[in-house]
């Protein structure tokens, strides 16, 4: 015969002071967990929107960031023109020969500045990018010194809102255009005009990387091999959607610094949740006497010790999920170890995050209840009966 739920909800309720107490601890674990999950996946999710599985995006060979590719015109030349990459209205090659640097711009947070990625392009560059759209402002002009800026770059750095100017390479820019890439990466971007950014920074001949669309996903597929088997190119290619999933790399170790904390806080956690339950069973020793002489079976009361520890981790698993939930879509900004700029994007808490903090939390209390749940079931009659 199995021990009524009610009864241990009433213990609980009974009990509020330590309930509370432990349950808080036990959010405090889960809190942390789902914020640097969320970290993670809102990161994830920034460049996982970046990426276009039709484009190809061509470097040196054997570079890994645009940031440290060299490639020159000639070489965009050569490859603009191969079998497979698609066409414009206009019977052009969906082809964008583009310059990738870092600028250094007084944010918010820091007022020292932060690294900023500008990026260089033609109109075909802009074209081939069908997710950004103007929200306000509007696209420079070709051969002027004019930026437009991503949404998350207008909110952080004061000295980039519209109509303001930058100072960088040669002389000021004026930002004559804010862009809204939606959750992509993007949105932590500059972009300006190739040829004038080129000349400011020397590179006019020597650019960083070009982007190619091919025309569907097979011949993606084989564009990819095709110039990476070209020996005359001596240009290395991948997919614009492998080339942003390499870059979550960025969040690899806040990952394993807040997985590490969160695991020296769940032991703090189970620890507490297995005093409360050993402290239940000393209070309750006459209880657990009397359910034996009501019939209950010892295998009734260890499970019934077990529910309540673990009810007692769920209401601390939801109460940090609470806690959590309101950074939900809120922008932060970290270090991208590949490019060397801030990268902007959204903390993402949904259910599959939920989930696993409210799982984390009930396998700590699962942890933490088993042994005093043992200790109740294994009382004998009389002693229990006699304790105070």
Known sequence: MAIPLSYNLRNLVVRKTTTIMTALGIALTVAVLLSILALVDGLRTAFTASGNPLHVLVMRKGSDSELTSNFTRTGYQDLKFKAGIARNKAGEPMASLEIVTVINLPSVSNPDGSNVTLRGLSPIGIEMREGIRISTGRWFETGKREVVVGRSIAARFPASTLGQKLRFGRGEWEVVGIMDAGKSANNSEIFADLNQVSSDFQRTEVLSAALVRAADAVTAAALVNDINNDQRLNMGARTEVEY?????????????????????????????????????????????????????????????????????????????????????????????????????????????????????????????????????????????????
Request: glycine share 10%; aromatic share 12%.
């Open 244 to 388: 942003y999933e390499s870059q979550t790399s960025s969040a690899l170790p806040i990952q394993f610094l807040g997985m590490f904390i969160s695991a020296i806080m769940a032991v703090g956690s189970s620890f507490a949740a297995m005093n409360t339950m050993y402290a239940a069973v000393a209070r309750r020793a006459r209880e657990i006497g009397t359910l034996r002489v009501l019939g209950f079976s010892r295998g009734s009361i260890l499970f019934s010790f077990f529910v309540e520890s673990v009810l007692l981790a769920l209401f601390g698993g939801v109460l940090g999920c609470l806690l959590v939930l309101p950074l939900n879509g809120v922008t932060t900004g970290m270090s991208n170890f590949v490019t060397f700029s801030e990268i902007a994007f959204d903390f993402s808490i949904g259910f599959p995050i939920m989930a696993t903090g409210v799982t984390f939390a009930v396998v700590l209390g699962a942890l933490g209840g088993f042994f005093p749940a043992r200790m109740a079931s294994k009382k004998e009659i009389l002693v229990a009966l006699r304790e105070v």
